[in-house]
């Protein structure tokens, strides 16, 4: 070194790229930059030590980095454990390796025997409400009564002048008849699919049908008897039709 020069070190600093990228892009882009470009997996574990023992004891390590923890998968693999929300989440870049991701939670279940992944509680799945109305052929209360009762009103059954209302488990079904003889009208209320409304009065047509059957038969016995004919023959056909022979 010649006389008069001045001696002069350069300390010159590695800046890390995120503090580089944070200063030119600014904190809010930056943050915003970063978050578009994490991706976060929440876990179920109960508190920071329930981390730390599981990640390590299934041979992985977790180093503490401010208030998070770094976790190698490989070599060339590492990811952050952060407090978000409440809840312990991995936090990968969304170009790192699915396959080794999913095959690093898989081992770590393994390990703990149990979920650590955290799964959404799923939302209780509300029911449109249906209704509508359909014709009928019930005329008489009576026979309809013993039907619902017999076939569908297992829960409440109620009655009003011509009205009958019954509530079967996930459907109101209301019978109004305008006049006697006349056959009622049914409208129908409720949140289960309308297929299952429509089974339900195929179910009380057939019913319907079968005590009237059992009326009819019980009370043309009963004619025949009081005219003193003799019923020689009963046959009950294909169609469940009943033909009585009598000999007079």
């Known amino acids: 070194?010649?006389?008069?020069?001045?001696?002069?070190?350069?300390c010159l600093l590695v800046i890390p790229i995120a503090l580089g990228m944070r200063a030119v892009m600014g904190e809010k882009k930056f943050n915003e930059w970063v978050e578009s470009n994490t991706m976060r997996i929440a876990t179920?574990?109960?508190?920071e030590q329930d981390l730390l023992q599981t990640v390590k004891g299934a041979g992985h390590d977790a180093e503490p980095w401010g208030e998070m923890y770094?976790?190698?998968?490989?070599?060339?693999?590492?990811?952050?454990?952060e407090k978000h929300e409440?809840?312990?989440?991995?936090?990968?870049?969304?170009s790192d390796d699915i396959n080794k991701i999913k095959a690093f939670f898989r081992d770590l279940q393994r390990s703990a025997n149990r979920q650590i992944l955290y799964v959404e509680p799923q939302a209780t799945k509300i029911e449109p409400k249906i209704e509508g109305t359909l014709p009928t052929i019930y005329t008489?209360?009576?026979l309809l009564e013993e039907t619902l009762l017999k076939y569908g009103a297992r829960k409440k059954l109620y009655r009003k002048n011509r009205t009958l209302i019954c509530e079967m488990e996930e459907f109101t079904l209301e019978f109004r008849q305008k006049e006697p003889g006349v056959p009622y009208e049914l409208s129908f209320t409720g949140y289960k699919d309308t297929r299952a409304v429509y089974n339900a009065v195929r179910q009380l047509d057939?019913?319907?049908?079968?005590?009237?059957?059992e009326y009819t038969y019980v009370n043309v016995k009963k004619k025949l008897e009081e005219k003193s004919l003799t019923v020689e023959n009963e046959e009950i056909m294909e169609d469940n039709s009943i033909v009585l022979t009598v000999t007079i």
């Not at 057939?206 to 059957?213: D, K, L, P």
């Open 206 to 213: 057939e019913g319907y049908r079968s005590t009237v059957q």
């Open 44 to 47: 179920n574990f109960k508190d």
């Open 70 to 81: 770094k976790t190698h998968i490989d070599k060339d693999l590492w990811f952050f454990w």
């Open 1 to 10: 070194m010649s006389e008069g020069e001045i001696d002069m070190s350069i």
């Open 140 to 142: 008489d209360k009576e």
């Open 86 to 94: 409440g809840k312990w989440q991995a936090n990968f870049s969304k």
